[in-house]
């Protein structure tokens, strides 16, 4: 039997988790206030692959409901959350998938989201309002495709790295951003470095992109003699 590589995932009566370092230091700073702590409920996800340990928490948010929003790297087979079973990446070629998962207030599943292409690495979540916003490299370059589940493809022309999508929070896809655009240069040197959204929903995105990149869907390009921030 095939052992589960487990992404901890776990709420506490007082409040916010961050994954599991996070619940090391609730545990330490209530200690004082509180003789013990009383598990609300606690879940695993990723994958039943034991042979590549890809499977990797990154971020972790929740929204005014008590919804929450798992944001990580997972095997690209024999996907799970909890005691739901996640269709496999795609079919794509890459192992490593990002996945985006959530739980309702009470820890049961509610829908799940699998990013796949050349090589992927997730970054960032937030959520504002009824949107779920995030950040990290999916990498795409001729021949190549990037798939935000069943939801979007991209073209598969030209090389491209960076990324920032939107879903609302019943997991309906809104949009994806992907600001670069270079033939002959290789994804990773496009590097998302942070996000954020305001309360109106305008996103501003921090990257590093070489001179001369093209911004994408638009006439803007950066000069050929401009740095890379």
């Known amino acids: 039997?095939?052992?589960?590589?487990?992404?901890?995932?776990?709420?506490?009566?007082?409040?916010?988790?961050?994954?599991?370092?996070?619940?090391?230091?609730?545990?330490?700073?209530?200690?004082?206030?509180?003789?013990?702590?009383?598990?609300?409920?606690a879940t695993a996800a990723g994958s039943k692959n034991i042979n590549n340990k890809a499977d990797r928490p990154?971020?972790?948010?929740?929204?005014?409901?008590?919804?929450?929003?798992?944001?990580?790297?997972?095997h690209s087979k024999e996907i799970y959350v909890g005691s739901s079973s996640i269709p496999d990446g795609q079919g794509?070629?890459?192992?490593?998938?990002?996945?985006l998962s959530s739980l309702d207030k009470n820890g049961n599943y509610r829908w799940s989201k699998i990013i796949g292409?050349?090589?992927?690495?997730?970054?960032?979540?937030?959520?504002?309002?009824?949107?779920?916003?995030?950040m990290g490299i999916v990498g795409t370059s001729p021949g190549y495709k990037a798939n935000?589940?069943?939801?979007?493809?991209?073209?598969?022309?030209?090389?491209?790295?960076?990324?920032?999508?939107?879903?609302?929070?019943?997991?309906?896809?809104?949009?994806?951003v992907r600001p670069d655009s270079v033939i002959g240069i290789e994804p990773n040197i496009y590097l998302p470095i942070s996000f954020d959204?305001?309360?109106?929903?305008?996103?501003?995105?921090?990257?590093t992109m070489p001179p001369g990149s093209k911004i994408m869907g638009s006439s803007m390009s950066i000069p050929s003699t401009a740095p890379f921030i």
């Not at 929204?63 to 944001?71: M, Q, R, V």
């Not at 589940?149 to 809104?174: E, I, M, R």
């Open 1 to 41: 039997m095939k052992k589960r590589i487990k992404l901890p995932f776990a709420k506490f009566p007082f409040g916010g988790f961050r994954g599991l370092i996070a619940l090391s230091a609730i545990l330490l700073l209530q200690s004082s206030a509180a003789s013990a702590q009383t598990w609300q409920w």
């Open 58 to 74: 990154v971020d972790l948010a929740t929204d005014a409901n008590g919804n929450s929003y798992l944001l990580s790297k997972v």
């Open 92 to 99: 794509l070629s890459t192992s490593v998938m990002t996945m």
């Open 117 to 134: 292409a050349a090589a992927t690495d997730p970054k960032e979540i937030k959520i504002v309002k009824d949107k779920v916003y995030m």
């Open 148 to 176: 935000y589940d069943k939801d979007y493809t991209t073209p598969s022309d030209y090389y491209s790295g960076q990324s920032l999508a939107c879903y609302d929070t019943s997991g309906n896809f809104k949009w994806v």
């Open 197 to 207: 959204v305001d309360d109106v929903g305008n996103s501003y995105m921090l990257v």
